[in-house]
């Protein structure tokens, strides 16, 4: 059997983008992952938090780390597309709608430096701009009109691995189930194999430290979250072309902040809106509470309110039908990402901290790579940033 220079176990959004930088400094990269099951409801394996058909893309945030993050990687999205024939990524802009000043206040605070195009929309202008949507009034906004929009995970990952495969890496997959450190190289032991690498990242997202993958259990939180999904007919689409992505809060209460996004068509042939709570509060993160949580159909008390508060938004939509959905996002105790070294340094963790990694996830996967490859991180970063906190 060869001893691979890496393998990425983790075959999501960010541990596919790490495999794919690392292919391409020339190292050579095995990626393990299990692919989406084709059954969720019956499915007693992981999990992860992408098994969907839109995330919401922008470089708009509170804090200069994230717009850093977010916008070298969409700067990579077009290319990335160009070189694999995979379309994942739709440039329809995003819009932070609010009446708190504040929301708006902070998520236009870094765009002097990262997107001095920002728009901002009084009421009026929202309506006259944005005619579908109806707000209460008060309810102000501000416009991301480029490198703004939507992503298809499950196309964006796609992508990654023809990428990968392009720069030579290979695609298993597989699931690990235990990770065995020799003095010479590591053994990754799979449910089907076994394979063999000098040095190891680890991506496994909500499922961290679950399993017998980790060297050492890291502070990780797992937050519950439930979207509904409206399906819309291909008769109304027309009417809502070039409709925006956008964070949607109304006053000040956290558990009632919403994300939507616009018409998105799904494997099954339908297009669906769609609109989730932002923020939650963490979950058992036990492998039998997280599949428990993917058996279901999401929050049932939550499923009531964002159904309505979906057709208060669009009220001149007809909508076929709802479901709902659950999914997870991960926490770290700072909201920050890690990208560390565990004790024996061979083994490298690269995690998200927060619900918004979709965007991120190419970039997160490089500044990994830059670090496993030459120990430091690339500038602008800071390594402190990025810092392990163990339980
Ligand atoms: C409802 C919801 C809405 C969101 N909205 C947005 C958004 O609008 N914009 C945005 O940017 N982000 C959004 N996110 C967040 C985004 O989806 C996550 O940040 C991103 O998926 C994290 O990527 P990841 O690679 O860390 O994890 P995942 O995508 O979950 O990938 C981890 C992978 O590890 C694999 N794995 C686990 N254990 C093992 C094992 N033992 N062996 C092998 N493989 C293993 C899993 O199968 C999985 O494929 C949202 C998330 C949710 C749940």
């Known amino acids: 059997m060869s001893i691979v220079d890496f393998i990425v176990i983790g075959r999501g959004l960010i541990g596919s983008a790490a495999a794919r930088h690392l292919a391409i400094q020339g190292t050579s990269v095995t990626l393990i992952g299990p692919s989406e099951p084709a059954n969720l409801k ?100 501000i416009f991301q009109a480029k490198n703004a929009g939507w992503l298809d995970p499950r196309k964006n990952i796609a992508a990654q691995n023809k990428a990968l495969e392009n720069h030579g890496g290979t695609v298993v997959n597989d699931t690990v189930i235990a990770i065995e450190k020799g003095k010479q190289y590591i053994t990754i032991k799979t449910e089907k194999s076994s394979f063999k690498c000098k040095k190891c990242i680890l991506s496994t997202g909500a499922f961290a430290n679950i399993g017998n993958t980790i060297p050492r259990p890291i502070d990780y939180g797992v937050v519950p979250h439930t979207a509904v999904l409206g399906e819309i007919s291909k008769e109304q689409l027309p009417s809502l072309v070039g409709m925006p992505t956008m ?23 339908k297009h669906y809106v769609k609109i989730g709570h932002a923020l939650g509060d963490e979950m058992a993160k036990d492998k039998q509470s997280l599949q428990d949580w993917f058996h279901s159909n999401g929050d049932k008390g939550k499923i009531p309110w964002l159904t309505e508060a979906l057709k208060e938004l669009l009220p001149s939509i007809t909508f076929n039908k709802f479901h709902s959905v659950p999914c997870v996002t991960t926490t770290s105790p700072s909201g920050g990402n890690y990208i560390d070294q565990f004790k024996d340094e061979r083994l490298y963790a690269l995690f998200a901290g927060g619900g918004y990694c979709a965007k991120s996830a190419d970039e997160l996967g490089y500044i990994a790579t830059e670090f496993a490859l030459n120990g430091g991180f690339p500038a602008p970063y800071n390594r402190a940033d990025f810092k392990l906190i163990y339980q």
């Open 42 to 141: 019956t499915h007693t394996g992981v999990f992860s938090s992408h098994y969907d058909s839109a995330r919401i893309v922008r470089i708009l945030d509170t804090l200069t780390h994230n717009c850093q993050i977010s916008k070298a990687a969409i700067e990579r999205f077009k290319p990335l597309e160009t070189e694999t024939g995979i379309s994942f990524f739709q440039e329809v802009g995003y819009l932070a709608a609010s009446n708190t000043n504040n929301f708006l206040e902070d998520m236009s605070a870094q765009a002097d430096s990262y997107y001095p195009e920002v728009g901002s929309f009084s009421f009026e202008q929202l309506s006259e701009r944005f005619p579908y949507f109806q707000f209460p009034k008060g309810v102000r906004g």
């Open 247 to 269: 964070s949607y809060r109304l006053g000040d209460e956290p558990n009632k902040f919403l994300y939507f996004l616009p018409p998105v068509e799904y494997p099954n042939g």
